[in-house]
């Protein structure tokens, strides 16, 4: 039997159950033959480069399964990408000092390209390493998979958070009649659009949502604006934040600050285009920005969310023992009426740096709202509730001890 | 038997749980062989001037069940302020017409102003009325109650939110330094406060905390944020909507435009002071800005304050039927070890347009943290969870019908 050490790690912005599928590599790989130890990075490949590891076979098994509703990523997680070749050797001598054979890496887009060249490395170099994407984002973009674990919680808080704001603002006669929700979502409309699951009948919140995926015009936006308002009286938009012209640039663009991997910062979009209604329309209101809180409310995770987070990282362990790597689990959505996902294997070359849109068949004609094949898709999502404990009236989450790995 | 129907009203911005004082109110009016007619304003006060009544007995019983866990104001709400002695000599007029012999305002400062008035004039009438002021608002700024009921729930909001940001953000290595929550809290700073209870253990977020008690000093501001990067390396700072310098001035002032109370609007203040930040410390960051959500947020509610919000608007019934008038209920905390409070009752002329301010003893001296105090103040507060029913992965709130009131 091909028997090793492996290193799970986390990477990018965490999600509300990213920890869900940490528990599952664990909880997987502890209960696996073919795996000594069991290792965790922290702060994802930065961990591994700075041999800062830990030693999850050492945690109490209540603080794992505790990681199934913990926000945060309890490894730690980085924005950081390997750029020099030397960055990718160094990382498989490391690999080699500590015999790691299995790598599972939890992240985005950007972390499916670091695995899937760690990947190549080792194959190029013939070391016997199998490496594993857990994919984990609220943004819902990788491709070749149903959807992404971590967005249903987000699209179940949004949608909730926006329902109960939309009965709040409804039910107000006062002179602010337009509130802007500022979604997250860089290059893609998903997050936005699952607001609109908060509608019960005609007439409800959101009034009207933008998506990055159709081109945006000011005029056009402030025409949909003032009607809406004239048929609602109290208007709630939804933007995502990271709106296009029909050129491709960005509506708003704080183009001073960018990030580590060179994408713009965006924010404060939500209060440009609020300026414009005030000042162009004369209507007054205000912008919600729920920012990190999208990611992180754990205490209204979605039961379907979390439970496939932890199914896709036990997969990833399960997939790396029978011998699959450069993979990324994926989830498969089954045909039939009751929703039900499995999971799968996609190449990471193949999702590596690619994203994945809202097709325009799921957004109206007029690019201001959403369409039924949306809700059909984004629904069964948000099913279901976690129960967490509560403690002097705020959820319990738990943290691990981290016991440090000693360098060999 | 003094008998007479009765008119119950919402004022002000909503809260998570003035639904559920109506509900009390509501149920015990029902329930009082004093009160004939049950009837529901919409929109508060606009609702009386102009005679959009709604007949509350007419509601199913498990709909105003229903309200004890619903966001927003059933009823509608409004913010109007009656100005001219004739405005209040119309609202007499029609309580004569509808043979209104109790009015119960469900509301905060500005609503109690009125309600005072209303009361002084039937006085000075010879028109046998009985006011009672039912205490609502997140701010916490009514005074001579030990708190407001909505406060408690938007507290545990903010709290459980800061809680789940802090994890969050101190798992990730990033560029991105200091988050910014923005707080409602326009001349109090008791929700800014509130977030203090997610601390769990020192280190946690909040790092810093400003409330408008405390004159702002930008400078000092700076140190302390720079301070608290070094030591932190990711620092979540925690500001009240109304921050004020030294001369009373806001510290963001968004000068043109005013609420129609003539009060300042706010907003904009969190990414006022990142800018700074960013210029002058050259540390990133991002704001979080919840505006609405803390006084929507219903699937978070505090049980304490949901129970204790639908006893004040029973109470507020039984008083009025013993006769009394012109009087807000306020909840008295009892000595002793474990947390309990009564209701008790204020003259209406002492609480109206009176603001209460979290003692300059419960913030620490250098007006950036709050005390143990304050802590021990809020956090039986937020003590308990609601069980909301969940349909389709959403919190199901009710709506009244409103059957209309014939005009006699």
Not at 211 to 231: C, G, I, K, S, W
């Amino acid at each position: 039997m091909f028997k090793g050490n492996c290193i799970i790690a986390q990477s990018g912005g965490p999600t509300a159950v990213i920890n869900s599928s940490l528990a599952g590599a664990i909880e997987a790989a502890l209960g696996s033959a073919a795996i000594n130890e069991v290792y965790g990075a922290r702060h994802g490949i930065l961990g591994i480069l700075q041999q800062n590891l830990c030693d999850l076979r050492r945690e109490d098994p209540a603080s794992i399964q505790g990681l199934r509703h913990t926000p945060g990523a309890a490894l730690g997680s980085c924005r950081y990408q390997l750029k020099k070749q030397e960055d990718y050797e160094q990382l498989l001598d490391i690999f080699r000092r500590y015999n790691i054979r299995y790598f599972f890496y939890i992240g985005g887009n950007d972390s499916m390209d670091t695995a899937a060249k760690v990947n190549r490395l080792a194959v190029e170099e013939g070391y016997d390493l199998r490496v594993i994407g857990i994919p984990k984002t609220v943004d819902n973009d990788l491709p070749l998979t149903d959807h992404c674990p971590g967005y249903g919680s987000a699209a179940k808080y949004l949608a909730a958070s926006v329902l109960e704001m939309g009965i709040d603002i409804q039910s107000l006669i006062t002179s602010t009649k337009v509130a802007i929700v500022e979604t997250m979502g860089r290059n893609t409309g998903w997050l936005a659009a699952a607001t609109a699951l908060a509608r019960r009948q005609p007439g409800d919140a959101p009034h009207l949502i933008y998506l990055p995926e159709v081109a945006f015009d000011m005029a056009t936006f402030l025409t949909d604006v003032e009607e809406a308002y004239r048929q609602h009286d109290t208007v709630l938009v939804v933007v995502s934040e990271g709106l296009l012209d029909k050129d491709g640039n960005y509506i708003f663009n704080d183009a001073a600050t960018q990030d580590v991997f060179g994408h713009q910062r965006l924010g404060g979009l939500g209060q440009f285009l609020l300026n414009k209604i005030e000042t162009e329309l004369k209507i007054k209101g205000r912008v919600i920005l729920p920012a990190t809180s999208q990611r992180s409310a754990t205490h209204l995770a979605s039961r379907t969310d979390a439970d496939e987070a932890y199914a896709v990282g036990r997969a990833a362990v399960e997939a790396a023992v029978q011998g699959a790597s450069g993979k990324m689990v994926a989830l498969n959505r089954q045909e039939g009426e009751a929703y039900y996902c499995t999971c799968g294997l996609v190449d990471l070359d193949q999702v590596a740096n690619r994203e994945k849109k809202v097709p325009r068949t799921w957004i109206n004609p007029q690019g201001n709202d959403i369409t039924a094949a949306f809700i059909n898709y984004a629904r069964p999502l948000i099913q279901g509730e976690v129960n967490i404990p509560y403690c002097d009236g705020l959820p319990t989450y738990v943290n691990l001890v981290g016991h440090p790995v000693q360098t060999p």
